[in-house]
């Protein structure tokens, strides 16, 4: 697929030096009508190939990713509906504070969450729990103040699910 990517921009660079050397469009334009069937061929055929490839490459792309990537976290765990929304959440919101390799945000103002949450708690349940206190009752500590009810009900269940699953991962 690479090697596709980059065939294709050879080609347009060769089109591009070609085009130059006949002295611009305009000097190509006057060639073209000079030159031999065989020529004119080959220039068609030029064109056809750079189409063609023009059209491979996003195609094979899109057939590349096929899979979903939003439900792959990090370290391989896969993500539910509700996780998948809890990242959405939490980087909205959490992650201008909270440094989490899950969400790719590296912040100083509040906890690490993957060693806070992923490293000093066991259980799945217990991680989900302490995140879903800090969210509705707020956290004093560290450099800053985290405010209480930042996120509320179901959100609040969204975010607390997703840091349980990635954190420490």
Known sequence: MVIAFVLFWVLVGFAVFFTAIRGGPRGARASLHTEST????????????LFALGLSIPTLVIAANKDHKASVGVGGVHLNAQQQKGREL????????????????????????????????????????????????????????????????????????????????
Do not use: W
């Open 90 to 169: 939490f980087a909205r919101s959490c992650a201008v504070c909270h440094t989490l390799a899950a969400v790719k945000s590296v912040a100083r103002t509040g906890p690490n969450l993957d060693v806070r949450v992923g490293e000093q708690i066991a259980t799945p349940a217990g991680r989900k729990a302490l995140v879903l206190s800090a969210i509705t009752e707020g956290r004093a500590r560290g450099l800053g103040q985290m405010p209480a009810l930042l996120y509320q009900g179901k959100e609040a269940e969204q975010v607390a699910d997703f840091v349980a699953a990635v954190a420490g991962h």
């Open 38 to 49: 065989p020529s004119r061929r080959l220039v068609a055929i030029g064109v056809i190939l």
